[in-house]
């Protein structure tokens, strides 16, 4: 039955044939890029997160983000972000890829890619840099403006002094 609702949210997905050739493949949430067929650039990482801005849904706060985390072997999971009008209820697109990632069986990140439209860096909120730390301490975190500027974090940098599952053996 799980395979059968899986495949139906894929073939009702806007993410047709026709529309994935613009982008990088790994921008649908449901396809993942596989570093044994060719190793994903940076530039490549940052287009997959940016490609996510058109998919976010903030009808309230109107700020799309876009993520596209890397795991350590390679794959690429992305995720926008999710509002709901019951705010604490959404989910930041950080969470979102971390989420579809743990999903799939993958709890080893490389680097992450955060996007936005603004003029500033778009920085993970607190809540996501700690489900960051949660799987991967020293985080890559790779964050752009509006413009494609970005500007590169160590998760350290984000969250020092940080609690992790250590502290709870």
């Given at each position: 039955?799980r395979?059968?609702?899986?495949?139906?949210?894929?073939?009702?997905?806007?993410?047709?044939?026709?529309?994935?050739?613009?982008?990088?493949?790994?921008t649908?949430?449901?396809?993942?890029?596989?570093?044994?067929?060719?190793?994903?650039t940076?530039e490549?990482?940052?287009?997959a997160?940016?490609?996510?801005l058109?998919?976010?849904?903030c009808?309230?706060?109107?700020?799309?983000?876009?993520?596209?985390?890397?795991?350590?072997?390679?794959?690429v999971?992305?995720?926008?972000?999710?509002e709901?009008a019951?705010?604490?209820?959404g989910?930041?697109?950080?969470?979102?890829?971390?989420?579809?990632?743990v999903?799939?069986?993958?709890t080893?990140?490389r680097?992450?890619?955060?996007?936005?439209?603004?003029?500033?860096?778009?920085?993970?909120?607190?809540?996501c840099?700690?489900?960051?730390?949660?799987?991967a301490p020293e985080l890559?975190v790779?964050?752009?403006?509006?413009?494609?500027?970005?500007?590169?974090?160590?998760?350290?940098?984000?969250l020092?002094?940080?609690?992790?599952?250590?502290?709870?053996?």
């Amino acid at each position: 039955m799980r395979a059968t609702a899986l495949l139906y949210i894929m073939i009702r997905s806007p993410w047709t044939r026709e529309r994935r050739m613009s982008v990088p493949s790994c921008t649908s949430p449901w396809e993942k890029f596989n570093k044994e067929e060719s190793a994903m650039t940076r530039e490549e990482l940052k287009a997959a997160a940016v490609s996510m801005l058109d998919r976010a849904y903030c009808p309230y706060s109107r700020f799309p983000v876009g993520a596209a985390l890397e795991c350590e072997e390679g794959t690429v999971y992305t995720g926008c972000n999710v509002e709901n009008a019951a705010y604490p209820a959404g989910i930041c697109a950080e969470r979102n890829a971390i989420s579809h990632a743990v999903a799939e069986g993958h709890t080893r990140f490389r680097r992450i890619v955060i996007a936005g439209q603004g003029e500033d860096f778009c920085t993970p909120c607190g809540i996501c840099r700690q489900v960051m730390r949660e799987f991967a301490p020293e985080l890559e975190v790779i964050c752009l403006n509006g413009a494609g500027e970005e500007r590169s974090f160590t998760l350290p940098e984000l969250l020092p002094h940080s609690f992790g599952p250590e502290f709870l053996e």
